[in-house]
């Protein structure tokens, strides 16, 4: 391999800036492909960002047994969904992996072992999101996954093992929704602004929490109430905010955008950390 080679890859890993941190409430995949003040949200704070080496994202769809990194050069887009119209199934998003960026990843946590992955790629909950932060495809992405095993403190300090990524260019995403109840959606007022009661009890409640950096209290969101119950029904679309938070130092402000209810039982709420 030619030297120059060998630093161009060494290079993405190189000390810099203290990356921000996201969490992006990604709601329906149609926000793929629609164009809704979501996704001017989304592309709007990507101007506020400096340009990274790589991104890191905790999507809610990808729960494992185990923890893992994707790890290949070209992850596949995947289209975990259905219903869908064909357009939504005909995008494609061909960022290109880091298997320097996963080995990376993988080294820093000792909390457990970490799996490098061959198979997964880039699900629904990553591209259709960050095609809109960077739609030319040109910023390495990896995924790790959620071990559904694990209780929320484990992944909050799961997470602060990979801290110093954050100083080598590597922008962290974490993808889901913080209030997201399927089973109580008005699915005839999807596209509607507007949140049940207890869904902007909830949605409150957090934000609170998030500004006074009082991050115990939602990691142990199962004491907060019937709010955060109905929120909250199963753990997999909150806890990517846990990974987000637990990277966050204690002075760092929050911006929240995108802080609007959909279809009665869904946040789109979304937050950026740092500058």
Not at 14 to 19: A, L, N, R, Y
Not at 130 to 145: C, E, F, N, R, T
């Amino acid at each position: 391999m030619k030297l120059q080679e060998l630093n161009s890859m060494i290079a993405p890993m190189g000390k810099t800036p203290k990356m921000p941190l996201l969490f992006l409430g990604h709601g329906s995949p149609m926000n793929a492909i629609e164009e809704n003040e979501f996704v001017a949200g989304f592309r709007n704070i990507a101007k506020d960002i400096p340009k990274p080496n790589a991104v890191l994202c905790v999507s809610a769809h990808w729960e494992t047994k185990g923890t893992f990194v994707t790890a290949m050069q070209n992850p596949p887009t995947i289209h975990d969904f259905g219903g869908f119209p064909r357009e939504l199934f005909a995008v494609q998003y061909p960022a290109p992996g880091s298997p320097e960026l996963a080995r990376e990843t993988k080294s820093l946590i000792s909390k457990t072992e970490v799996g490098l992955d061959d198979k997964w790629g880039l699900d629904h909950g990553a591209w259709s999101v960050i095609k809109h932060l960077y739609p030319q495809a040109d910023i390495p992405v990896i995924q790790m996954s959620i071990d559904y095993r694990q209780k929320p403190q484990y992944h909050y300090e799961l997470a602060r093992e990979i801290k110093s990524l954050r100083e080598k260019g590597v922008l962290v995403i974490g993808s889901g929704n913080m209030v997201h109840n399927l089973r109580m959606v008005e699915w005839r007022r999807l596209n509607e602004t507007f949140g049940f009661d207890w869904a902007i009890e909830a949605n409150d409640k957090m934000k609170s929490f998030i500004l006074d950096g009082n991050h115990q209290e939602l990691i142990n969101f199962r004491s907060q109430g019937k709010a955060f119950d109905l929120a909250i029904p199963t753990p997999e679309h909150y806890i990517p905010l846990l990974y987000t938070l637990a990277l966050k130092d204690e002075k760092e402000k929050v911006q929240f955008f995108n802080d609007k209810a959909v279809a009665g039982s869904l946040t789109m709420t979304s937050l950026k950390i740092g500058h």
